[in-house]
């Protein structure tokens, strides 16, 4: 059996430390005088491919999945199993 798939994920953030300074503030929820000064964002894609195998009592599988950041990063992630 082989298995196909992706999965795609924005995050945005505002905060007061991480990100890009904003040209306006934002308030923050729950502070009387709390302000968001920075906002970050990133995007995810993830593509993945996984085949599993059963000869007679054993099983066996093997995947990788490779993860695309619009940073310009890229992560590769491969797994294999036995049992």
Same mark, same amino acid.
């Given at each position: 059996?082989? *298995?196909? /798939?992706?999965?795609? =994920?924005?995050?945005?953030?505002?905060?007061?430390? $991480?990100?890009?300074?904003?040209?306006?503030? &934002?308030?923050?929820?729950?502070? *009387?005088? /709390?302000?968001?000064? =920075?906002?970050?964002?990133?995007?995810?894609?993830? $593509?993945?491919?996984?085949?599993?195998?059963? &000869?007679?009592?054993?099983?066996?599988?093997? /995947?990788?999945?490779?993860?695309?950041?619009?940073?310009?990063?890229?992560?590769?992630?491969?797994?294999?199993?036995?049992?």
């Amino acid at each position: 059996k082989t *298995t196909l /798939g992706f999965d795609y =994920r924005f995050e945005h953030i505002y905060s007061n430390v $991480l990100g890009e300074p904003m040209n306006d503030t &934002i308030p923050a929820p729950f502070e *009387t005088n /709390g302000l968001f000064t =920075r906002k970050a964002q990133k995007t995810y894609l993830s $593509l993945f491919a996984d085949h599993d195998i059963q &000869i007679k009592k054993w099983h066996a599988s093997a /995947g990788l999945m490779a993860t695309f950041l619009s940073t310009g990063n890229g992560y590769f992630y491969p797994g294999a199993e036995i049992g």
